[in-house]
């Protein structure tokens, strides 16, 4: 694709903090480059904020490879943008033509509150993987890698299922601000491997007991988190999760 | 909201299913039997505390999920998701709902209350037998406006099945792909089947067709 270089709006949301207000700011950025990143467009943008003498844009990234899950940002309307399968440090200039007004707002959902500018905090994500997301091991030397046999089916949708960042699209992009992709793609990837055998009912009950506490709505089956996933998770891991949840319900000796 | 949508999805086949006698071209004879029969017999009664129940199990549900989830992003967004990624009905399951809760309120005024409570003229062919199908003729015919409230509310159901009937499924646990493809399948049909024959009845009585 041939080089190009555009002149674009941005309409950026700020928020000093948790507790302000919060509103859009307009800015125009000059000589944008088709091959930059999305966040190497905002790299330009916050130079250009301190050298005014201005408060940068506050932003969450961290590998810029799309594997670490850090970034965010909601733009035009999509979480990561209009491409598919992408997170934003992924998405290109490219992507944009000159005179294009963008429209940058952060995660939208109580169970994320707002930190500053765009940056929001998704430490309950972490609350849900500490109720559950973890195998019991023996300690000592080292097992042998293929001491367990897996099933190469199971294996296969068990890594698909891991593959999730825990970057909160999903959330993002559900009319209920639901985690149950996220949710479900832990649950699924630990519930497939015999490895997660021993925990699986507790597993799926924890999670989704603390999914409820921090306050994420429910799946109703729109298939919104599935479309806008950089990870293509797909949404049969809920409906795995469904069975999981009500199994261990019914099975379960606790409680 | 899965369990009580597939119960009131048999129930929609049962309904059809009776209903569909007012073609049978006799005066609506067949039809006032089969609507005696639901109404004399103790099986038939007994799904009926059924039915209302859960009507009123998935309305309850269905209008707490909706305010509960509605109430998860106090703070929206500027520039919506809109259809990038989701059907419209998918997301308007409460609007839907609600459309069919209203219509359902008009349906139970128009048949279910002279059946039971109010009364109707005998049948005559038996005395004993009430003439459900004049009252259908009384209610259609000449009506255009309770002919269109009927075919909107059959066209709101059709949405709402389209999302409903797969949804159900996939809550319940359903992640298999060869068996997911043939429940969406079967109810992308059930979805138009199903509220074309119910919108087709009071077409009927309106164009003189029974």
Redesign the interface.
Known sequence: MEHYTMNLTL?VWRQKNATSQGS?ETYQVRNISSEMSFLEMFDVLNEELIHEGKEPIAFDHDCREGICGMCSM?I???PHGPWEANTTCQLHMRAFKDGDTI?V?PW????FPVIKDLTVDRSAFDRIIQAGGYISVNTGSPVDANAIPVEKEKADMAFAAAACIGCGACVA?C????ALLFVSAKVSHLALLPQGAPERRTRALNMVAQMDKE??????????????CPKEIS??N???L???F?LAGLLSSNK | MSLTGIFLILFLIVHVGLNACIWANDGGEMFNKAAHFMGANVVPRILEIGLFAGFLLHIIQGFALEFQNRAKRKQGYAVAMGNKGSKWYSRSMGLLGTLILLFLIMHIAHFWVPSRITGLPEAAYNPNHHDLFSEMVKVFEGNLLVVILYVLGCISLAWHLLHGFQSAFRTLGLTNHKYIGMISALGTGFSIIVPLAFAMMPISFYAGWV
Do not use: D, L, Q
Not at chain 1, 108 to 111: L, M, S, T, V
Not at chain 1, 175 to 178: A, I, L, R
């Open positions: 309409k859009f909601y035009n309307g999509r429209v707002e939208r959902a109580n169970a992009a009319k209920n601000s639901s306050g994420f709505g429910s799946c109703t089956n729109t298939g919104a988190c599935e479309a806008v949404i049969t809920i409906a795995r469904n069975s999981e009500t």
